[in-house]
């Protein structure tokens, strides 16, 4: 059994605290799951990740693109396409590039498109967008210091939020659009139910 499941959404909407939970409750059932992140869980990526949130880097808006998919492009050789565990569950993947550098930054999303093809994406058999607003997020966000792309301001983020209920839009077998300002375990009941019909 191979399944990509994967978590979108802006900052602070408890992603991490649902993909653990998610977690916990596969291993109980019996399967075998690891977490990944994205940028990142490649060594090569986690050294990516550090340049794109480093605040003190000017970075152009195509550079930023193109160093998610170097990152991504990594994770999809090493750890996707020889997928050992039952279950991969990823904090972000393509979709994020689509809400983030296509609806944010305003870059074509044709190109991010292509991008998703050239490096061999594979499509999650599920995705999960935790759907919050960017205020209420971000007051829920615990560490003071943000990050080069946290640091993009309010509009940025209604954007990125817009792009991502865009996509969920265009995908809608795929994509489930969560109320993150639910009680988290409501939320996590919302998502063990939507897990449960694709096993
Ligand atoms: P986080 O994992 O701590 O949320 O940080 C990752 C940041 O990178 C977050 O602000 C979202 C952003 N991001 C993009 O802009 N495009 C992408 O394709 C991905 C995966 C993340």
Redesign the pocket.
């Known amino acids: 059994m191979n399944y990509l499941i994967t978590f979108e959404g802006i900052?602070g909407v408890g992603k991490s605290t649902q993909i653990k939970l998610l977690h916990d409750f596969i291993i109980k059932s019996g399967y075998s799951s690891q977490i990944i992140?994205?940028?990142g869980s490649t060594p090569f990526g986690e050294d990516i990740?550090n340049i794109?949130?480093n605040s003190d880097h000017n970075i152009t808006k195509e550079a930023?693109l193109l160093l998610?998919f170097a990152s991504r492009s990594a994770l999809v050789d090493s750890i996707l396409t020889n997928q050992i565990t039952d279950f991969v569950l990823c904090?972000?993947?393509?979709d994020?590039?689509i809400a983030?550098?296509g609806y944010?930054r305003g870059l074509d999303i044709n190109i991010i498109e292509a991008l998703i093809e050239h490096t061999k994406c594979p499509t999650p058999d599920l995705t999960f967008l935790l759907d919050l607003d960017p205020e209420s997020g971000f007051k829920r966000k615990s560490s003071d210091k943000m990050?080069r792309?946290?640091s993009s301001g309010i509009t940025f983020f209604n954007n990125v939020r817009e792009g991502y209920l865009k996509q969920a839009d265009k995908n809608k077998s795929r994509i489930k659009v969560i109320d993150a300002s639910k009680d988290l375990n409501v939320i996590s009941n919302e998502i063990i139910e939507e897990f449960n019909k694709i096993i």
């Open positions: 900052e992140r994205e940028p990740r794109l949130l930023e998610m904090d972000r993947f393509y994020a590039s983030y550098q944010g990050d792309i946290e």
